[in-house]
């Protein structure tokens, strides 16, 4: 047909459809380039205007700051407690003065450095004898800017002056200037914004990695682009000048203004998104003509119809075995979802029967060690009273009443297995809990020849969570590494607890390891001999874990042997006043 349609059109409506093509490409290609050129430069004075709007900004709140010292360093009522040394009143009349300016934090140091007043009343007795903002403002009797960085990776920008009564320094007044709030505006726009100091360091942004790093740095640090990411790049760009930087992986341009304090300088970056999509649509309108015409065109040069025709006939034939076909598997699918209900209210009735082993498996595994104590305990009473010493008996007995609360507390546990919620959590010391969980298992451990170590803080460890069930979790560990250590020659378990971001006690053995790290915390997955254990403690102990907003997890050691982890969240003390 394409030999037919060659010889019967000319070469001159060939030549036509090319110059059309042709003609098409560069007005296409000249209308991106005049719209681009256009768009950009109205997004960069858009750019400019809120870079002089964000510049007068942060002038405005370095001047406001600027003058508090001046009026609180006159303050009779600051200059009078300084000389007495009275300060009972004086936090409260700097957070009434921080509420009437707002100031990030005020500051009042005596003569030593030492902060004897402050709207944050933490800072109360810290000392500034070697801070910047004292030394300098000791040096100068006007008020004195520091800019200085914090532990967190941010800058604090604060104004100092010094007090004095009688020509006599007794003091320095801080004012902090809150320009982190300005970040959190400029984080609403859609670009990225920086605020560089005379050496060109980063002090203000949107994009916390750029912090104390020099502006040059800052754009040099990003990911190197794979291959498909290169040509979604070089898509998008295809009419673009070359852009001024990239962030985040996108190319955006660059508009600087000086901001006239301290050789200061506001950056901000304006991606090119806004001005693609306004470009696309036009060159979207255009494209879209030029094809209705090439159809046409295309239209008029085909002599196809009676091909087309008989292709229309197949694939109607084709239509109508595809949707009895179509209609067979509907039919199908139905059946199917049918024996689907059936095999769901099949699952539904052995998931149930599976809960019940478990429970009762359960109870079996968290009351046998409770009950081998007792027995033991009852062994060394009888010997004691053989013996005449009934007061050493009478703490077996004691020890024993307390197994026996403890297997109330399990079977009460228990029920909470069937649903969610449970005992009201408290304030525990992780420390107290290994201590109980060993003296629980210091019957076996005198049937054993196996070394102990402990490692702990000497601070108190402290996390909300159930006591018994997490001395439960710690059992079944110590349970664990006893029973991986009984092929050992000399055989070592070691409790390691740490306390940073969160409270992490560790339980490492030498033993032979674990093989199947996978299954490792599935119900009833167990590598121990029939009768020794039913592979629910672990599963237990994970859930346990779990319900107390932590993780438990478990690897390999290098030197041999295996490490079991538990981390819980710490127990601040702004996490237990919010409790």
Known sequence: MSGIVSVRNPWWLRLIVVTFIAAAVSVIWYTNSFLTDRFTETTRNRAEVRLALYTGHILSELQRTSVVPLLLARDPA????????????????????????????????????????ATDRTQIGSNHSTAAHFVNA??????????????????????????????????????????QKFERVWSGISEAVAVVDSENRVILTTEPRWRG??????????????????????????????????????????????????GWRFISFTTYDSIRERVNSVLALEIMGFAVLLALIFYVLSRRARSQSAVFRRESAELRQLNARLQREIAEREKVQKDLAVA??????SSKLAALGEMSAAVSHELNQPLAAMKTYLAGARLLLQRRRPEEAL?????????????????????SYARKGGEAFEAVDVRASVSSALSMMEPTLRTRSIKITRMMPRAPVMVLADKVRLEQVIINLLRNALDATKTVTDPQ??????????????????????????????????TKKPGEGVGLGLAISSGIVKD????????????????????????????????
């Open 78 to 117: 600051l200059i009078s407690s300084l000389n007495s040394g009275d300060f009972s009143t004086t936090s409260q009349r700097l957070i009434s003065a921080q509420d009437e300016i707002g100031a990030a934090s005020i500051v009042l140091l005596d003569a030593t450095g030492r902060a004897v007043a």
């Open 138 to 179: 000791q040096r100068s009797k006007d008020t004195v800017f520091t800019l200085a960085g914090t532990s967190s990776g941010g800058y604090e920008f604060s104004y100092s002056r010094a007090v004095l009564s009688e020509n006599h320094l007794v003091g320095v007044i801080v004012v902090g200037a809150e320009l």
């Open 213 to 262: 790093q020099t502006l040059g740095e800052a754009l040099a640090g990003r990911p190197a682009p794979s291959a498909l990411e290169r040509a979604f790049q070089a898509t998008a760009d295809w009419a673009n000048d070359p852009p001024d930087a990239y962030v985040r992986g996108e190319a955006v341009m660059r508009n600087d203004a000086r901001i006239p304090f301290r």
């Open 344 to 349: 769901e209210q099949t699952l539904a009735q």
């Open 395 to 415: 703490s077996s007995f004691q020890r024993i009443d307390d197994l026996i609360e403890r297997m109330g507390a399990i079977t009460r546990q228990l029920k």
């Open 493 to 526: 378990v070691e409790i390691l607890l740490t306390a940073g971001e969160t409270a992490t006690l560790a339980v490492r053995d030498n033993g032979h390891g674990i093989d199947d790290l996978d299954n490792l915390f599935e119900p009833f997955y167990t």
């Open 548 to 579: 107390l907003g932590g993780r438990l997890t478990a690897r390999n050691a290098p030197g041999g042997g295996a490490v079991f982890e538990v981390q819980l969240p710490i127990l601040t003390e702004k996490t237990q006043a919010a409790e």
